[in-house]
Every structure is written in structure tokens, then in C-alpha cells.
């Protein structure tokens, strides 16, 4: 008579993995914090995030809501995301996050361009001519001239950030 207890040795055990309840705490409120995150962000670019029909509806309505209500509704995303796979919405929020930091950056690049220009003249129109063939040598040396002659006369700085629209609209273009 065989025991109950015994399995057949070409039966194969499961791995049985023990989760404490701490842990799984944790990672109820790292999905609550993504899902701040998401609420954060405008409806336009929300759109481009893997989400499902439901949870769409609900961070759109915690956009709405203030104080206990949205933080209800935060507690109710978090369960939403319980049930899905939150690797694809954390990965497109990754991307999301590196394109703004990119942008930023490239922002940043145009204005040391533009102090350059301010500061050192000719020599940078060159530069920036070699960079962008459309820019307009002209309207480029015009505007140098202007911004020096605001920052003498302790004007507004209205050419100094003409030449940082012109900048960016010739970065814009080689995009």
C-alpha cells in the first residue's frame, strides 16, 4: 500500500516562493506611486502610455478630484495596477521622463549658444552659420548689436531673447 504523503519520483515538486507581507506592502505602494506619477501628467500625454480602459477612466478622474477624494482614487489606480503588468506603463513613463530631460537639455545648449553670441560676436555668427546654413547672417549680427546695446543701457532684454527664439526655430527645422 503506498503513502498518501509520498509523490511518484517523476513527479516534479513546485517551488513554493514565500512573499512577507511587508514586501508585498511595498510593492502595493510602489504601484500607488506610479500611478501618482501617471495622474501628474497631462491627458495629451497620457494618450501615449499602454493603459487599460479602466485605468484611463480612473486617473482621468482623479485629475479632477482634490484632497481625500483623489487620494481614494489614488488608493484605487494603485489596485487597478495590481491586476496588469505595470513593466510596459513604467518603461513608457521612463521615456516619457528622458525625452523631457532631453528637450531640457537641448534648451539649455541653445542658451549658451546665445550668451556666446552675446559676448563674443562675429566669431560665433560663424558658428552658428557653419550649424544652421538657413540662419539669416543679417538679422543674426542686427540683433547681437541690439541686445548689447539693451544690456549697456539697462534695457528689457527683448533682442537677447529674439535670438534665443531664432535659435531655437533653426534647431527646431534641422529636427
Do not use: C
Amino acid at each position: 500500500m503506498a503513502r498518501k504523503n509520498q509523490k511518484a519520483p517523476w513527479e516534479e515538486e513546485e517551488e513554493i516562493i514565500w512573499v512577507s507581507k511587508t514586501e508585498m506592502k511595498n510593492d502595493m505602494e510602489d504601484l500607488q506611486k506610479l500611478g501618482e506619477e501617471l495622474v501628474t501628467l497631462r491627458p495629451a500625454a497620457l494618450e501615449k502610455f499602454p493603459l487599460t480602459d479602466d485605468l484611463r477612466e480612473a486617473i482621468a478622474d482623479a485629475q479632477r478630484f482634490k484632497n481625500e477624494a483623489k487620494r481614494r482614487q489614488l488608493q484605487y489606480i494603485g489596485k487597478l495596477m495590481r491586476n496588469i503588468d505595470p513593466e510596459p506603463i513604467q518603461a513608457a513613463l521612463d521615456k516619457f521622463r528622458n525625452k523631457h530631460s532631453q528637450a531640457t537639455a537641448e534648451l539649455h545648449k541653445l542658451e549658451q549658444l546665445r550668451d556666446k553670441l552675446v559676448e563674443e560676436g562675429d566669431s560665433v555668427i560663424n558658428e552658428i552659420l557653419e550649424t544652421y546654413p538657413s540662419a539669416d547672417r543679417q538679422r543674426l549680427r542686427q540683433l547681437y548689436l541690439q541686445a548689447n546695446r539693451e544690456k549697456k543701457a539697462n534695457k528689457p532684454p527683448k533682442a537677447y531673447r529674439e535670438i534665443f527664439q531664432m535659435l531655437k526655430e533653426l534647431s527646431d527645422e534641422e529636427s
